[in-house]
């Protein structure tokens, strides 16, 4: 990778060197344009690297506009349409990349993240593009159709720029708010960011019940107003996190109750209406473990305050503690914020931008991809497909 470009004219900059700025720049290099790629960052797509622990839940077999939320939910149909899930898969297999399916659809590396970095790097490469990290931004200028990128490194200018700087999500490996300030430099809006796809947190009684349930997950549905989904749920010393959450996460504000199914497939007060008649001996607690893990059970009786034998226990409390499992009512306090998020809700207001060419509308040239733009997909890869998607569709139209 070249760190001191001799030129500093070019057709195309691309600032961030994530999944979106690598698959743009290698759009852009492959179509002749001269291309440079710049990231403050010492280490290239660092959030490639850590996603899917490890391995890059590089796309998900099942991405759509179903799967993306956006102020406006019909933007980002363009760009999936043009760069599909399975245009990016073709990649990996002519890459000999292999991969598996997880569960709902979701692809990962076999052996290693490093290999999606690795392959976008090598595109890059063979398209002529200039990648230069350890390049801090210190200002961005319009003047006479070119767009002027002054940096501790030099200064370069292209009549296209694109910023792909990403969103707040886990600061530690070096997310910054670089993108809304370009955007909003250049009179574009923002819809305000707020971390998503993160574990919940609680105060007080529930917060100690969590802790005490630290390590403990189930199979679960978690529904906020008309959304729900079924995945895993865990018990943190912070709170509740797991797959289901973070997803409801997305979904939820501040205040909002959330609704838990811990065991969706049975009727709880059903079970234990029965087994009252039937072995009316039986503790509840001896019942509830056959449905659930024990530590959950018996903090559930000790919440509802529903314990020994079935046949002591009236209907009303056998509904009382049947609620707390199949429609457990919670108000979550916050989430753990942008240190845990997966990705950043909010950003660059699409209104701005053309859902055909992911171009400003008032700035020829200018464009923004990936989770800079106010669209977030859902958990399983299908950031990564909007990142790959947005990125393709730029870079055929710098």
């Not at 900059?13 to 403050?40: E, F, N």
């Not at 009316?280 to 529903?306: F, N, R, S």
Request: hydrophobic letters at 40%; one cysteine or more; a neutral charge.
């Amino acid at each position: 990778m070249s760190q001191h470009p001799t030129d500093h004219s070019y057709d195309v900059i691309v600032i961030g060197a994530g999944a979106a700025g690598l698959m743009c720049a290698a759009q852009a290099g492959q179509r002749g344009k001269r291309t440079l790629l710049i990231d403050h960052s010492a280490k290239i797509a660092e959030k490639i690297r850590i996603s899917g622990g490890g391995r890059c839940n590089f796309t998900n077999l099942g991405a759509g506009p179903q799967a993306y939320l956006s102020q406006n939910p019909h933007f980002f149909k363009s760009a999936l349409r043009q760069y599909t899930q399975h245009d990016f898969i073709a990649m990996v297999d002519a890459h000999n990349i292999a991969y598996h399916e997880k569960t709902l659809g979701q692809l990962f590396c076999d052996k290693s993240a490093q290999q999606i970095i690795d392959m976008m790097v090598t595109l890059c490469e063979d398209a002529g593009v200039t990648i230069q990290m350890k390049t801090q931004v210190e200002r961005v200028l319009y003047e006479d159709d070119l767009y002027f990128v002054r940096t501790n490194l030099g200064a370069y200018h292209a009549p296209s720029l694109v910023i792909a700087t990403g969103g707040l999500s886990i600061p530690k490996i070096g997310a910054t708010p670089f993108g809304y300030k370009i955007a909003e430099q250049f009179g574009l809006s923002i819809i305000p960011p707020r971390a998503g796809l993160v574990p919940l947190t609680f105060q007080d009684d529930m917060l100690a019940f969590c802790k005490t349930l630290s390590g403990v997950s189930v199979d679960a549905i978690v529904a906020c107003g008309k959304t729900s989904f079924r995945e895993g749920l865990l018990f943190t010393h912070r709170g509740l996190s797991g797959p289901s959450i973070l997803q409801i996460s997305s979904y939820w504000r501040d205040g909002q109750a959330i609704t838990i199914n811990l065991a969706p497939d049975t009727d709880v007060f059903a079970v234990l209406k029965a087994r009252k008649d039937k072995t009316p001996k039986q503790e509840i607690q001896t019942v509830l473990t056959e449905m659930l893990p024990k530590k959950l059970a018996h903090g559930l009786c000790d919440i509802a305050g529903a314990k020994g034998r079935l046949a002591d226990l009236p209907h009303k409390m056998l509904q009382k503690i049947a609620a707390h499992i199949n429609a457990w009512n919670i108000v979550p306090s916050g989430t753990e914020g942008y240190r845990t998020a997966e990705v950043t809700l909010g950003g660059v207001d699409t209104q701005c931008l053309s859902s055909k060419t992911m171009e400003t509308k008032t700035h020829k040239g200018l464009y923004f991809i990936g989770e800079v733009v106010d669209v977030t997909g859902h958990l399983g890869g299908y950031n990564f497909q909007w990142a790959w998607s947005s990125g393709y569709v730029a870079g055929q139209n710098v």
